[in-house]
């Protein structure tokens, strides 16, 4: 009779890849869960709070073409991911957070 090939072996903890992906972000939402009830702070009135092209956007175009910074700071910057990113979320929740 011949033994399985895991006898007389330790067992191994192993974490498969999804696995590990999955308590990152179960641990990344746990950490920052609480700061969704946060207001603004800092520049976040200027960048994201008062931004009409955010609030209520002409097209994706202008959404797209939207400095980082507003103009009335020199509207230098381009991070249009970051833009679009703003107004999704007002989109979808009708607020910034």
């Known amino acids: 009779m011949t033994e ?5 072996t330790s067992a191994r903890l192993t974490i498969r ?15 920052a869960a609480p700061s969704i009830r946060n ?3 800092a520049d976040d ?4 709070a008062n931004r009409q092209v955010l609030q209520k956007p002409p097209s ?6 939207e ?12 991070r249009p991911a970051v833009i679009s990113s703003f107004a999704l979320d007002y ?4 607020s910034p957070h």
Not at 4 to 8: R, S, T
Not at 45 to 48: D, I, Y
């Open 4 to 8: 399985p090939a895991h006898v007389g």
């Open 67 to 78: 400095p980082y910074w507003p103009a009335s700071f020199g509207g230098v910057m381009w």
């Open 91 to 94: 989109q979808v929740s009708n």
């Open 17 to 31: 890849a999804w696995q590990a992906a999955l308590l990152a972000g179960v641990l990344a939402t746990i950490v």
């Open 39 to 41: 207001d603004f702070v």
């Open 45 to 48: 009135q200027w960048v994201v």
């Open 60 to 65: 994706v175009t202008a959404v797209l073409e």
